[in-house]
């Protein structure tokens, strides 16, 4: 098995996980955002500033969740990001995308 897929099975593992916590041990719900990219939606997103080429979610590698508390859409919580980093996961928060949930892969978050 390639490096790759026992990375991607590790991060679908962790994203389970992730979810679970959110869902049992917050006060937060979520709803899936963006999860497996084309290189061609990575290349437009790229080309308007708003991802790279080289994104995470090409790899399979990224999650983007979408997080609400009493029914309202809001950001990102902090406390859930550091929970993720905890479990060896890379968050968006600390580089300006806080929806971002990934598994560091060759450099890349
Ligand atoms: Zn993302």
């Given at each position: 098995m390639s490096e790759l897929v026992e990375a991607q099975q590790k991060f679908s593992g962790m994203?389970?996980?992730?979810?679970?916590?959110?869902?049992?041990?917050?006060e937060y719900r979520v709803t899936l955002g963006e999860s497996w990219r084309t290189p061609e939606q990575?290349?437009?997103n790229?080309?308007?500033g708003i991802g790279i080429l080289n994104s995470l979610h090409c790899e399979r590698l990224a999650q983007d969740?979408?997080?609400f508390l009493g029914g309202k859409l809001v950001a990102p919580p902090?406390?859930?990001g550091e929970w993720w980093e905890?479990?060896?996961?890379a968050w968006g928060g600390r580089f300006g995308?806080?929806?971002h949930f990934s598994?560091?892969?060759g450099g890349r978050k």
């Open positions: 994203l389970g996980l992730l979810l679970v916590h959110i869902a049992k041990e917050t990575a290349a437009a790229a080309a308007k969740l979408n997080f902090a406390e859930i905890q479990q060896g996961g995308d806080p929806p598994l560091a892969f």
